[in-house]
């Protein structure tokens, strides 16, 4: 259906490009005429990649696309850690030779689950922002709503952590939330919010079940819960998962065509909604033996050939940026 909206979309600007000269006069005068303002243009979205491992940052599909904004995962104490600062100054390295424009999500440190008290906290986010300067978007903890996450039951952490990060990086763009689309959302966001001192701007989201159920679901009531723009940090097409335990337990192959329709699907969801300021499509390659893999989204398969998602996100970038829509 998509291609078949889309070569309508063609005939009409082709036929559009083409009016008669007795038109082009009335239109020409209608537009002297009109008194009323034009509707402003939709906001362009960014679109990026979030991947783990930096060796995607030399692949020549990666360049393609000229989508530099990229998003990392990293612990909340990772400047203190030596593993974990090794960790992420390697791909820190690499994002800054290939020019990546880098968001930083935080989770939990290596060494524990355990959350975090405000001050070790603030401690452990200031090393990072002395340590990368530059880094100017954070996303202050991962999947916060989730029900095996420690902030899964502790909005309240999780708000004090975001406004920790507020206040201490008062000229970057740091976002609420990082909710997945799950049932808990509305009700968690609520609670959330009680405990925030600082204003957001921004809110994120995992909207996973709206790309692979073909929905909005998840976007809908994110936005009826929250004020300001909304980033998706982490979503894409699944080809294939099998995670968790017990009544968490998600196991299904979905296949790569179905993985290019998701990723698809979720990047039309910001032309619907434009308060979608930044999509970031999870992830780049996947893993070594995919068929055993507890999780498989990658734009690329395990021997870095394109799949069909990595055509439809790059073929939608082209067509987006175009009309001016994406950046």
């Not at 939990?108 to 975090?116: A, D, E, G, K, Y």
Request: proline share 6%.
């Amino acid at each position: 259906m998509g291609s078949r909206m889309l070569k309508r979309t063609r005939s009409l600007a082709r036929r559009g490009r083409r009016p008669a000269p007795a038109l082009s006069a009335a239109i020409a005068a209608a537009a002297l005429l009109c008194l009323a303002p034009a509707a402003p243009a939709q906001a362009k979205v960014t679109v990026g990649v979030s991947q783990q491992t930096p060796g995607f940052f030399k692949s020549p599909q990666w360049r393609a696309l000229r989508a530099p904004a990229v998003r990392y995962v990293t612990p909340y104490d990772s400047a203190l850690q030596p593993a974990a600062r090794a960790a992420l100054d390697q791909w820190m390295a690499a994002g800054a030779s290939a020019h990546a424009d880098v968001t930083l999500a935080l989770t939990s440190s290596q060494l524990t689950r355990t959350l975090p008290t405000r001050g070790q906290y603030r401690v452990a986010f200031l090393a990072l922002r002395a340590r990368y300067p530059r880094v100017r978007r954070w996303v202050p903890w991962n999947e916060t709503n989730h029900p095996t996450a420690p902030t899964g039951r502790h909005p309240d952490r999780a708000a004090a952590f975001f406004n920790i990060a507020a206040r201490n990086c008062a000229h970057c763009q740091v976002a609420a939330g990082d909710v997945l689309d799950i049932s808990n959302l509305r009700s968690w966001v609520r609670r959330y919010r009680r405990h925030l001192t600082v204003r957001p701007k921004f809110w994120s989201m995992h909207n996973y079940h709206d790309a692979n159920g073909l929905t909005a679901k998840g976007v809908r009531a994110m936005l009826g819960v929250v004020k300001g723009r909304i980033w998706l940090t982490e979503a894409g097409g699944l080809v294939r998962i099998n995670v968790g335990s017990g009544r968490y337990k998600v196991k299904r192959n979905y296949g790569t065509r179905h993985a290019a329709l998701a990723t698809r699907h979720l990047l039309d969801l910001s032309r619907r909604f434009k308060r979608i300021e930044r999509i970031y499509v999870y992830n780049w390659n996947a893993p070594a033996n995919p068929r055993t893999a507890t999780w498989d989204s990658g734009l690329v398969d395990q021997r870095l050939r394109p799949r069909p998602a990595y055509w439809a996100l790059r073929s939608w970038l082209e067509h987006a940026r175009r009309r001016h829509l994406a950046r």
